[in-house]
């Protein structure tokens, strides 16, 4: 496999973090090496008839990271400039992430070439049914589950159960998450990853003796993660979320914003930007506002060296993947920035994920308010395990995190006889 190119690249990004929690294990060579892959991965070309007419030719990519520990996890993301090696990077996180968790999964990512934004609902329906058509032969309950990511949505998942479904002759609901309620979906699922990392929040206030109550925040991208972090940090705890953007651009009000204005203003223009009572700021100027908590909700590389030093959020919670680069890790690390790690912080969405899994392997559904307490559990002790690993070692959480979860694959690696 070719070494990942130098700009920034997110696998790049993803292999030198492994690294450094390699050394710092002692990890055997071997399964070292073994973890720094994908085990596997599957190029595809889909042509899709267009509303026009024309045949339009779209790519997209499936990675298998790593299965040790169950079948791969990870969503399917839907943009422009989605490369090899963003799915590798996001496929090597989610087998981190749910290693962390401890939820019997190992991770996996998928991604399409193309800006939904400019695609009908049929040419959107058309693609992802042909994406399911090529990469349908590496997924199942017990091989590799997708969800939604990046500008996928349950409206996505449900064309991708159906499409399966055809494949395989029978209902195969388990094969995909994130699904709508009315086809095997789980309650509590739309937020669950916002709620992850409320949760995670709660407990890193609750060592540090912080009161969340009125604290201000800021929110880099109002997609499903960020907006429902929004919506939960207002309604669990009172926050003050006084900046809010998308990928258009930002707001900002001193007083605090309200979320159902904004998100409707969202859903009527489609964007937050303009929103009448705020004032317009770039997405850069969000990053650095002088906010208690900076929630990076968006994409890779949002906190890098060029702006690390002017971020003065103190804790940073990560609901995106890979928003801090590991030079900006140390610089928030010198500033006493309390960083909750993305893998971390936004694992609420895969441990729903597995609760839906679990559901239609059954077909017996739970009441939402048992999603939320389990959700909690898992996440509460996955906190707690990294903040000890972080104070026992000396190291930012970042680092714990990944001496947590390397340890938990490497152990099924070793004892499976893989290395
Ligand atoms: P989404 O498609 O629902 O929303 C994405 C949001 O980001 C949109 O508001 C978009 O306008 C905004 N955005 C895009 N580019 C931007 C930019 N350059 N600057 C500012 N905003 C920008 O996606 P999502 O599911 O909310 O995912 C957001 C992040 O959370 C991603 O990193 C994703 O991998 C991660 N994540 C999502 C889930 C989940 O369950 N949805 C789970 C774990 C992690």
Known sequence: MDTPQKAFNPFAMAQRQLDEAAALLQLDPAV????????????????????????????????????????????????????????????????????????????????????????????????????????????????????????????????????????????????????????GGSAGRGDATARGGMICLREAARELQVELKGATAAIQGYGNAGSLAHKLGRELFGLKIVAVSDSRGGIHNPEGLDYEPVAAHKARTGSVIDFPGARNITNEELLELDVLILVPAALEN??????????????????????????????????????????????GGVTVSYFEMVQNAYNYYWEEEVVHTRLDQKMTTAFRTVHAMAQQKKVHNRLAAYLVAVNRVAEAVRLRGWA
């Open 32 to 183: 070292h090496e073994l973890l720094r892959w994908p085990l596997r991965e599957l190029h595809v070309t889909l042509p899709v008839k267009m509303d026009d007419g024309s045949t339009k030719i779209f790519h997209g990519y499936r990675v298998q990271y790593n299965d040790a520990r169950g079948p791969n996890k990870g969503g399917i993301r839907y943009h422009s400039a989605e490369t090899i090696d963003t799915v590798r990077a996001l496929a090597a996180w989610m087998t981190w992430k749910t290693a962390v968790v401890d939820i019997p999964l190992g991770g996996g990512k998928g991604g399409i070439v193309c800006d939904p934004k400019t695609l009908s609902p049929g040419e959107l329906e058309r693609l992802s049914r042909a994406y399911i058509r090529q990469v349908g032969r590496m997924l199942g309950l017990e091989k590799d589950v997708p969800a939604p990511d990046v500008y996928t949505t349950p409206q996505i998942m449900a064309w991708m159960a159906d499409e399966y479904a055809f494949m395989q002759g029978y209902n195969e609901f388990g094969m995909i998450t994130g699904k709508p309620l009315a086809l």
């Open 302 to 347: 949002a906190i890098n060296a060029d702006n690390a030093g002017q971020i003065r959020g103190k804790f940073i919670v990560e609901l995106a993947n890979g928003p801090t680069t590991p030079e900006a890790d140390r610089v928030l690390h010198e500033k006493g920035a309390y960083v909750i790690p993305d893998f971390l912080c936004n694992a």
